[in-house]
């Protein structure tokens, strides 16, 4: 089993509307965790950390659920230029990244 | 724009080639990683460096060769690649040690290997 799954879509959105993106872990101990942001042939950039509380960052929600190990990432009124690879990132302790597989969000005018 | 800095940012080689690629931080971090990432795939872990000591090495192959020979500086060596070790080579950086640092990517290497 995959130490982080994520489903790799693609999905399609119109602009404006709501997408969810959700991403599983296998290590009960992760300690920290994070959504990358990867545009095509560039570098990953960090889009947020994830908190147990969850957290908002203007359109951009994340939820961690320990209990059942997810992690998930709302994106509100989409913009095309959110059109990108998500990543899901998990760290299990002693600078030990997991990355998921991505998943390809395209914003459609 | 990202604080990690990598050169070249482009190289072909041949099979019987040896060259290297660097990466540079300012940042204070004393966690550095070299990542592979082929195409339409998710970054893979090759090496993670801890206080300029290697602590994790997934099982790469010895024609990859890691040195750092400081904090801020992190270098893959090649030698003697194979054309399916074209990819881009993503160097990044974390504060290191305590659990929950972020890591920061370089704009990454892309190597072709003819």
């Known amino acids: 089993r995959k130490e982080v799954e994520q489903d790799p879509g693609p999905f399609n959105v119109p602009e404006g509307a709501t997408v969810a993106f959700n991403c599983t872990y296998s290590?009960?101990?992760?300690?920290?965790f994070f959504w990358y942001r990867q545009d095509c042939r560039k570098e990953p950039k960090l889009l947020m950390s994830?908190?147990?509380s969850g957290n908002e960052d203007g359109r951009f929600t994340a939820q961690l659920n320990r209990a059942s190990q997810y992690i998930s990432l709302l994106i509100r009124d989409s913009k095309l230029s959110d059109s990108a690879t998500y990543l899901c990132?998990?760290?299990?302790?002693?600078?030990?990244?997991?990355f998921g597989t991505g998943t390809r969000l395209t914003v459609i005018p | 724009d990202t604080e990690v800095t990598q050169t070249p940012k482009h190289l072909v080689m041949g099979m019987t080639n040896k060259k290297s690629l660097k990466c540079e931080q300012h940042?204070?971090?004393?966690?550095m990683y070299w990542y592979k990432q082929k195409a339409k795939k998710p970054p893979e872990l090759m090496f993670v460096?801890?206080?300029?000591?290697?602590?994790i090495n997934e099982s790469v192959p010895s024609r990859f060769s890691p040195e750092c020979p400081n904090s801020s500086l992190l270098n893959l060596h090649l030698h003697a690649l194979q054309p399916e070790d074209s990819a881009l080579y993503l160097c990044?950086?974390?504060?290191?040690?305590?659990?929950?640092?972020?890591?920061?990517f370089g704009e990454g290497s892309w190597l072709t290997v003819v």
């Open positions: 990132v998990v760290n299990t302790g002693a600078n030990n990244l997991f």
């Open positions: 460096y801890s206080y300029e000591k290697l602590s």
């Open positions: 994830v908190y147990s």
């Open positions: 290590n009960s101990a992760s300690q920290s």
């Open positions: 990044a950086s974390s504060q290191g040690g305590a659990t929950g640092n972020t890591i920061y």
């Open positions: 940042m204070g971090h004393r966690a």
